[in-house]
């Protein structure tokens, strides 16, 4: 059994919020700079997380909204 990256929630935290470009200013960005020279292991989890961020955008979705939709509204109307 493998050991969790204690950083790993921090880093998530990081990339989600840098992402979110109408509410990440200068602050979060000078205490995500802070954060990441703090400690090595802060900026290889942020890295891994940023890594996870593109790949998930990159992804296509499985199930469209629109065929959920549909089944979602045959299901309610069967019960």
Known sequence: ???????WAVAWDWVQREYDHENFDAAAREA????????????AAYEKAARLWLLAG??????GLEEIAPQHERSKAQD
Do not use: F, N
């Not at 995500?32 to 900026?43: C, G, K, N, Y």
């Not at 990159?58 to 199930?63: G, K, W």
């Open 1 to 7: 059994m493998t050991q969790a990256d204690p950083h």
């Open 32 to 43: 995500m700079t802070r954060w990441l020279l703090a400690d090595d292991a802060h900026r």
């Open 58 to 63: 990159l992804a296509a979705p499985v199930v």
